[in-house]
């Protein structure tokens, strides 16, 4: 049961302006911009001229400003310094009437920005499992000094940004390791020829700026990134003697190789991962044309999957302009012009055209992971 006292003391506007303040939260759908209503609310609710938001990277045992009000430049201070630090390491919060006098205070923060810091709240985000994933800074309350009802709100709207980080946070390590397995899955496959680490990464990027001069969306194009350097995972399954035969392959060694498009397919298909299910179109259509003579079966024109027919561009501009054992780069210019006559040959026109709209951003990519 919740005293009534508990609401009668925080006076009639705050609680109004703290469902407010949800209500709009509820709305919102990044991270950013989540943290950036929390820490306006704070600041409107306890009455305080800045709130500022720091997140603990770990990895650097550091907390740094996500957000900070009146502040431009991120600010990073060591786990264990100031007043932050003591919030983030105890646990526990903290209130200081007169900052100068505590030796926690780390005074150079105002000396290098002319701002006088004359009391501040501090409180640590904790998650509901328990863990703290940064602090919430209240400085210089409009009229007098910092009191418990303040903690009472700010520890309400904490619980809120804790978890907000900690879901933040969790789904970029779950989403940076996918990336880096289905990377790793794809080198390994390269690992056997003479294919390099930064053919995947150039032709990867290639494919996504044109997926994006085509006008698809942010996340389509995201997903055309990570799943384009799968397109030959199925030469794992091509023996060493053809793969790796310095001579031109006979015909009927030809034939062997051309199923490195149905092997990767049959790796990848039928995922619930949409980038694998992606990539398995990209890996049995990377070799069909646009005129029908590609394989393995010939497919025409809108019958290949659009991703493929990205990806076949940027994979044959990067392997011509790239030095291999058995051949040397051609020059820029040539390679350009010769994909701009196989147009409507083996490629989409509407991909070369794309292409060569966002030539100048494919040469800084390709300077960029030469
Ligand atoms: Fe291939
Ligand atoms: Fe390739």
Same mark, same amino acid.
């Given at each position: 049961? $919740?005293?009534?006292? =508990? ?7 705050? $609680? ?5 303040? =949800? ?22 609710? !306890? ?39 003591? !919030? ?27 701002? !006088? ?72 496959a ?37 799943a384009?350097?799968m397109h030959d995972i199925g030469k794992l399954g ?20 051309k199923k490195h498009t149905v092997f990767g397919y049959e790796i990848l298909k039928d995922s619930?991962?949409?980038?694998l299910r992606m990539a398995s179109n990209i890996a049995i259509a990377h070799h069909e ?6 394989y393995p079966y010939?497919l ?5 999957p659009?991703e493929a ?62």
């Amino acid at each position: 049961m $919740i005293d009534p006292k =508990f609401y009668s003391d925080f006076g009639d506007r705050k $609680i109004p302006d703290l469902i407010d303040g =949800f209500l709009e939260i509820g709305e919102l759908r990044s991270i950013d911009d989540v943290l950036v209503k929390i820490a306006d609310i704070t600041a409107k609710i !306890v009455e305080c001229d800045r709130v500022s938001i720091f997140i603990y990277d770990k990895k650097k045992e550091t907390l740094w400003t996500k957000i900070a009000h009146g502040v431009a430049d991120k600010i990073e201070v060591p786990k264990d310094k100031g007043i932050v630090g003591w !919030v983030f390491l105890n646990s526990r919060e903290l209130i200081i009437s007169d900052p100068y006098s505590d030796p926690r205070f780390n005074k150079e923060i105002d000396k290098a920005t002319g701002y !006088v810091t004359k009391n501040i709240l501090a409180f640590p985000l904790k998650t509901y499992s328990g863990r703290t994933v940064g602090v919430l800074e209240c400085i210089n309350k409009l009229d007098g000094n910092f009191v418990e009802d303040d903690v009472k709100f700010v520890k309400i709207l904490s619980v809120y940004a804790a978890n907000s980080i900690e879901n933040a946070l969790l789904y970029d390590e779950i989403k940076r390791t996918q990336d880096e397995i289905v990377f790793r899955l794809s080198l390994a496959a390269e690992f056997r020829d003479e294919t390099t680490y930064n053919h995947l990464i150039r032709m990867a990027n290639y494919s996504y700026v044109i997926a994006k001069e085509m006008g698809f969306d942010e996340v389509w194009c995201e997903k055309l990134r990570l799943a384009a350097p799968m397109h030959d995972i199925g030469k794992l399954g091509i023996k060493d003697q053809i793969l790796l035969k310095p001579a031109k392959l006979t015909d009927e060694e030809f034939e062997e190789m051309k199923k490195h498009t149905v092997f990767g397919y049959e790796i990848l298909k039928d995922s619930d991962i949409e980038v694998l299910r992606m990539a398995s179109n990209i890996a049995i259509a990377h070799h069909e044309k646009y005129d029908g003579s590609g394989y393995p079966y010939g497919l025409k024109g809108e019958q290949i999957p659009i991703e493929a027919r990205i990806v076949a561009v940027a994979d044959v501009f990067d392997a011509l302009t790239s030095e291999r054992p058995y051949k040397k780069a051609f020059p820029v210019e040539q390679a350009v012009k010769m994909i701009e006559d196989e147009s409507g040959k083996h490629f989409d026109p509407n991909v070369v055209q794309a292409f060569k709209n966002v030539i100048h951003k494919i040469l800084a990519i390709k300077k960029q992971y030469e």
